[in-house]
């Protein structure tokens, strides 16, 4: 299936250097607080503002649920991927909806809606869509620390996804940071 040439798919993640999202229990107290980035966010909140459309993964979605900070979407359609239904708590109902299947079906339905610029993240739900050939771009913010063990943000392909790198900026706090497009 071709996809939608109207509609963006793209990746703002943070890794550490043997490529993991997250600790195996999913923390993520490795990663740099806000304003580490010489005052910045690693420009997270020029990328959020870009898109129109958050799609995540159960287990992200579930993280984030664990927060006790507001809810960082406002104004954004977003959509959880889950094989069941996610609890959704009151205050975020009809903020958020649900969806599963297929990458390119779960596309469709989105262009449908007239979503034109999709984040999607979580590191198994970045996987499908990367092996669907959905991300236009990826945006890699590498974290100076070995984990040693943990969620993966890549995992098999079966044949080679080539990138085309863009930029590369590195941080005083050692954090370097690529855009590819795919
Ligand atoms: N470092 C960072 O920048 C960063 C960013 C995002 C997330 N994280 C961390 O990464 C961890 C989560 O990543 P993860 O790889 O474990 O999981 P994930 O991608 O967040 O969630 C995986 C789950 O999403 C559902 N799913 C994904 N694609 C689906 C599809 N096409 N149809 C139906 N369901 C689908 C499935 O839920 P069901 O099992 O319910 O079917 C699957 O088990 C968390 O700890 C999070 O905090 C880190």
Do not use: C
């Not at 406002?74 to 996610?86: A, F, H, M, N």
């Not at 205050?91 to 984040?119: F, K, T």
């Amino acid at each position: 299936m071709k996809p939608d040439p109207a509609l963006k798919f793209s990746v703002f993640i943070a890794a550490s250097i043997d490529g993991f999202i997250a600790r195996p229990d999913g923390a993520l107290d490795w990663l740099p607080a806000d304003g580490d980035a010489e005052g910045g966010d690693f420009g997270f909140s020029d990328f959020l503002a870009s898109v129109d459309t958050v799609v995540m993964g159960r287990h992200t979605y579930e993280k984030l649920l664990s927060f006790d900070v507001g809810w960082p979407f406002d104004g954004k359609r977003v959509v959880i991927l889950s094989s069941q239904t996610p609890n959704i708590p009151a205050p975020l109902a009809g903020r958020v909806s649900w969806l599963a299947g297929d990458p390119h079906r779960i596309a469709a339905q989105l262009a449908a809606e007239g979503a034109q610029h999709v984040y999607v993240d979580g590191g198994t739900t970045i996987q499908a869509f990367l092996r669907a050939r959905l991300i236009r771009r990826l945006t890699l913010t590498r974290v100076p620390v070995l984990l040693g063990a943990g969620i993966p943000l890549f995992g098999p392909v079966a044949y080679d996804l080539p990138l085309q790198h863009l930029r590369t900026v590195s941080y005083s706090n050692g954090v370097v940071q690529s855009d590819y497009a795919a």
